[in-house]
């Protein structure tokens, strides 16, 4: 019966399943794989409860299923232009900012833990796959509840360059993430991501060990000043919150129309600067 429906018509269906029933429907024939494969980003998807990147050390001894990734385990064909770029590029470290081996991503559902070995270094075609497959199935996911990226972080320029013609959003949705550069990884790149390909309802930001924070202000102030629609609370931690305090109170270009601010905002582990106060209070008068 199916075969005969037009296509909207089965997608309409198959709308009303829920995930583990689509499961179910895609293992009965190759027709139907295919078809729910190709409109997954409409139909139900399995739920994750948190993602995390960092040593596989850390996560080997809880109940896991790892999967060791192989370019040959995919059917599709990459596109050439984005996989030649890459290719001449080859020598950067595009996915994580340092040469580092048992690195994983550990996703987590209900039931148990997922630990996902991705290439950290693009340095082939089939390194390209891999890494393309992986991340457009994440940024299809529902939002997340919990992403922690304490280290490491996925290279923003990787993600612009492998999706500069993709239909979906490069952008990964999450209720809740919690974000701390490190010395492995650089501040600038935890930021961009931030920026340009998350979206969370609360965003935590911890500097721990950077020095010179000054330096990723305008980023900072982006995030904060055009990050409404993406973020309703934006949390710092640092160190040096008043020098960041100091850089947002004195700033001589704080927006009249604060309709695309991030509605609260918090700056943890300092006095509370009066003057900044002031000057919150100010901008509040005038949306």
């Not at 040959?72 to 340092?98: M, P």
């Not at 082939?124 to 497959?133: A, G, T």
């Amino acid at each position: 019966m199916f075969y005969s429906l037009p296509t909207e018509t089965t997608l309409d269906i198959f709308k009303f399943l829920n995930y583990r029933k689509l499961c179910s429907i895609k293992i009965t024939n190759l027709y139907f794989r295919d078809f729910i494969n190709n409109f997954e980003g409409e139909l139900a998807r399995e739920a994750v409860i948190g993602i995390s990147i960092d040593y596989f050390d850390k996560f080997k001894e809880l109940p896991h299923k790892l999967i060791r990734t192989e370019a040959g385990d995919f059917d599709f064909a990459i596109f050439d232009e984005q996989s030649e770029e890459v290719n001449k590029q080859h020598n950067e470290k595009w996915i994580i900012d340092i040469e580092i081996r048992f690195l994983c991503i550990c996703y987590i559902y209900k039931t148990s833990y997922i630990i996902l070995e991705l290439p950290t270094i693009i340095s082939n075609r089939n390194h390209i796959k891999i890494v393309y497959y992986y991340l457009n199935r994440l940024f299809k996911c529902p939002p997340i509840d919990n992403v922690y990226f304490n280290q490491f972080i996925f290279n923003p320029e990787l993600i612009q360059l492998l999706f500069v013609n993709a239909k979906i959003p490069k952008q990964l949705n999450a209720k809740k993430s919690w974000l701390t550069p490190s010395k492995a990884c650089k501040s600038e790149n935890f930021l961009k991501f931030i920026l340009n390909n998350l979206i969370s309802k609360y965003v935590e930001i911890t500097f721990p060990s950077v020095n010179n924070i000054e330096e990723y202000f305008d980023i900072l102030f982006k995030i904060l000043m055009n990050g409404g629609e993406k973020f309703k609370e934006v949390n710092f931690r640092s160190r040096q919150m008043s020098q960041l305090l100091d850089l947002f109170i004195n700033h001589t270009e704080m927006p009249k129309d604060c309709s695309k601010m991030v509605a609260k905002i918090q700056f943890n582990n300092l006095w509370t600067n009066p003057s900044f106060l002031m000057k919150l209070k100010g901008l509040e008068m005038n949306v």
